[in-house]
């Protein structure tokens, strides 16, 4: 458990480190530019696609996920985030069987930390913060408990739909490399909630969230973005 | 720049992920068992470990002998899951065919451990019932029997 801890912080604390290097790297494109630039009038609102999630899918068979945001621009470079997408899980050990199925929806801000080099310049670098709320459906699940002098039991435990509340702290960048067609990543740090609602089995994998046992997650996304402007 | 960088942010990030494993490895116990400790009185208020000869422990319902370490005081011994009380027959000295019979009573609770490691049986001790050809007594010390290792034995066994 201790070592999963280190692994996670581990993950976490490098992508801090890389977050920063794209600071740095920004920074100094714009050295030769020191005049910031006014917010320009014009709106922005993007929808976006997590295109990792169908590659994770491909990686880890035993559980799936689809992510999409949608974000709105508002005065002082603070961007409306609501964001959402379905998933679950199957376990399938031998001592353990079941599956579970959720959607998700998260709803937050984001905040950019660069200044604008020219008027229609809409890549940031940004930190920000969510509410996320999971619906979760798990299985009947099977059991089976090991003894090794009175042998083995097996039972089952009832199926239960719960909902799991969660908040994040995120940061993350979005570079438009088409006019109007972003990517970028979003890190991810999220902190659950309801932990007593998963206590009797938490679900493998929740959507949205990461490992249902754990009360800590980490986790990226790698979105694909579209904006319309007016 | 920024492009590149971002390639190689993404790179970075999915290689992490990618070293994930399928199922996580269960890093503890996965039976609980209950901690008996053979004592002896020294004196009127003093008491000590008991160190068995050649100790044997046999679960009468599986028929599973559990052999201990000669001069022996502690014991771990698993309770039966199927059942709500767990029969042992204990033999001082392998060399001497003499035994004495200890009953536990409990109940039982079914407890998630992780997706790693499934489930185990927990059990809350009510009752010991003994015969007394070497036990003098049985003193119930602590009656959960969790896997926690930082309380005190469960049963002192007096010889």
Redesign the interface.
């Known amino acids: 458990?201790e070592?999963?801890t280190h692994r996670s912080m581990y993950?976490f604390f490098?992508?801090i480190l890389?977050l920063a290097?794209?600071f740095w790297?920004?920074a100094?494109?714009g050295s030769n530019d020191t005049v910031a630039v006014a917010r320009p009038d014009a709106k922005q609102i993007r929808v976006g696609i997590d295109i990792?999630r169908p590659?994770?899918n491909q990686?880890?068979?035993?559980r799936r996920s689809y992510e999409f945001s949608l974000d709105y621009s508002l005065p002082k470079d603070i961007y409306l985030v609501a964001e959402g997408g379905f998933g679950g899980s199957d376990?399938a050990?031998e001592?353990?069987r079941y599956t579970s199925n959720n959607s998700f929806f998260r709803a937050g801000i984001d905040k950019s930390m660069l200044q604008r080099l020219f008027p229609s310049d809409w890549?940031y670098l940004f930190v920000g913060l969510r509410y996320g709320v999971g619906l979760v459906e798990r299985s009947d699940a099977v059991?089976?408990?090991?003894?090794?002098?009175?042998?083995s039991?097996s039972?089952s435990?009832e199926g239960k739909k719960v909902s799991a509340h969660w908040a994040e702290l995120t940061a993350g960048?979005r570079?438009e490399?088409l006019k109007g067609f972003f990517?970028?990543?979003t890190?991810r740090a999220k902190f659950l909630i309801t932990q007593s609602v998963f206590?009797?089995?938490?679900p493998?994998y929740v959507a949205g969230y990461g490992?249902g046992?754990k009360t800590t997650s980490f986790d990226?996304n790698?979105y694909l973005q579209y904006a319309l402007r007016w | 720049m920024t492009k590149l960088i971002l390639l190689i942010l993404v790179s970075c990030v999915m290689c992490m992920v990618a070293c994930e494993q399928e199922r996580d490895p269960c890093l503890q116990p996965q039976n609980v068992y209950l901690r008996a400790r053979s004592m002896k009185n020294v004196g009127d208020t003093t008491i000590a470990d008991s160190l068995l000869p050649a100790p044997r422990w046999i679960a009468v319902d599986s028929g599973v002998v559990i052999l201990f370490a000669p001069k022996t005081a502690a014991f771990n011994l698993p309770l039966n899951p199927h059942a709500d009380s767990a029969r042992f027959s204990l033999q001082p000295d392998s060399a001497v065919l003499s035994f004495d019979t200890v009953v536990f009573f409990y109940e039982r609770q079914l407890h998630f451990l992780s997706n790693a490691c499934g489930f185990t049986y927990y059990f809350s001790l009510q009752n010991v019932r003994f015969t007394q050809h070497h036990i003098d007594s049985v003193l119930l010390k602590n009656d959960e029997v969790n896997g926690n290792a930082n309380t005190p034995e469960h049963v002192q066994v007096f010889l």
Do not use: H
């Not at chain 1, 059991?143 to 042998?151: I, K, L, S």
């Not at chain 1, 206590?199 to 938490?202: F, S």
């Open positions: 458990m070592m999963q993950r490098c992508s890389l290097i794209g790297a920004r100094q494109e990792s590659v994770l990686v880890f068979r035993n376990v050990y001592d353990l890549d059991y089976t408990t090991v003894d090794p002098v009175w042998g039991t039972g435990i960048l570079v490399l990517a970028g990543y890190v206590r009797e089995l938490p493998a490992k046992e990226f790698f």
